[in-house]
């Protein structure tokens, strides 16, 4: 899949509690995205990053941060999770302005 | 602003029989539109893109897809459906020069054997 790794998979924490999850690319791609999935909602961006350092708010980015020191990984942080951040998280790569490329995701839920 | 609008939530067609998915969109200027599919569980993967060269798009898979700017459309067709076409298909839509994607709320396809 593109080379795009997403960890972990699937995770079950508790409402409070910190999360992150990594992307991880082998392609050298600048651009990288993070989105949720939600039934009935698409997919909707939360962050995004052009480069090392340099990243922006998506759509529903409320709650969360991210975070870019290095080209291939892209952390995406719930500073408290919330029930409402159950989801399914997807990463996503570009070389630019082009065809972005998904992760497998991860299967966030909060209790 | 851009925005996909999916017309079917869910799209249930027997094996061997035509396909039609169907997507509108709404762009201020030359979009780049796409067709994503995700099987259950999956991540997605590129079905197709339109970039403003042919107007028909051939996919992945057999599917294609038209361009109709009159009519803001960017359907989603293949001619024979296979049991392993059953996922939910997304159609996204950036403006032309831009990043950034819009999606639609997918639609369900099911083929029935």
């Known amino acids: 899949d593109a080379g795009i790794t997403q960890s972990p998979r699937h995770k079950v924490t508790e409402t409070g509690t910190p999360v992150t999850l990594r992307c991880h690319q082998t392609e050298n791609h600048r651009y990288m995205y993070w989105y949720r999935q939600d039934p009935g909602h698409g997919l909707r961006l939360i962050h995004y990053?052009?480069?090392?350092?340099?990243?922006d708010k998506g759509e529903v980015s409320d709650g969360y941060s991210v975070s870019r020191s290095k080209t291939e990984d892209f952390l995406l942080t719930l500073e408290s999770a919330t029930s409402s951040q159950t989801s399914v998280y997807f990463c996503?790569?570009?070389?630019?302005?082009?065809?972005?490329?998904f992760g497998p995701g991860t299967r966030l839920t909060v209790l | 602003a851009q925005s996909v609008t999916q017309l079917d939530s869910h799209v249930s067609v027997s094996e061997g029989t035509p396909v039609l998915l169907r997507c509108n969109y709404s762009?201020?200027?030359?979009?780049?539109l796409f067709w994503y599919v995700q099987h259950p569980n999956k991540g997605l993967q590129l079905l197709l893109k339109y970039t403003s060269a042919a107007t028909l798009v051939k996919g992945i898979n057999g599917f294609e897809a038209e361009f109709k700017k009159s009519e803001t459309s960017f359907h989603l067709t293949k001619p024979s459906a296979h049991m392993s076409d059953a996922a939910e298909y997304f159609c996204?839509?950036?403006?032309?020069?831009?990043?950034?994607?819009?999606f639609g709320k997918g639609t369900k396809l099911s083929v029935i054997p």
């Open positions: 996204v839509v950036s403006e032309a020069g831009s990043d950034q994607l819009t």
């Open positions: 762009s201020s200027y030359s979009p780049s």
């Open positions: 990053s052009y480069g090392v350092k340099d990243t």
């Open positions: 996503a790569i570009s070389p630019g302005v082009d065809t972005q490329y």
